[in-house]
């Protein structure tokens, strides 16, 4: 853990195996977006709610990832990837639900 700082050593016990709850909040959650716009693609009867629906995927890809991670480098690593996948993808939706 000498590789990050003390911040960066704290959030990667945070997310690490010993705090599975973190992992299936997150997985919760992306399946909560998922399952928003599957809605919004039924109720507005246009595809374009289905965008953020591959940045969900990669997002519980990097979930299960960081969950299985061996070292603390690569916990940060995952976490990291999943977060910013999450906010790219809840972004668009944002951006979807304006143009439509």
Known sequence: MHEFGDAAGR???VLHLRHPRVHRA???VLGVLAAVCVAATLTRLSPLPLLPLPLFGA???ACRRASSAGTDR???G???V???AT???FW???LVGRIL
Do not use: E, I, T
Request: hydrophobic share 85%; no cysteine; charged share 0%.
């Open 11 to 13: 959030l990667a016990a």
């Open 92 to 94: 668009l939706l944002g």
């Open 82 to 84: 999943a977060a910013l």
């Open 59 to 61: 997002a519980a890809f």
């Open 87 to 89: 906010a790219v993808g």
């Open 26 to 28: 997150a997985f919760v």
């Open 74 to 76: 690569q916990v940060v």
């Open 78 to 80: 995952w976490s990291v």
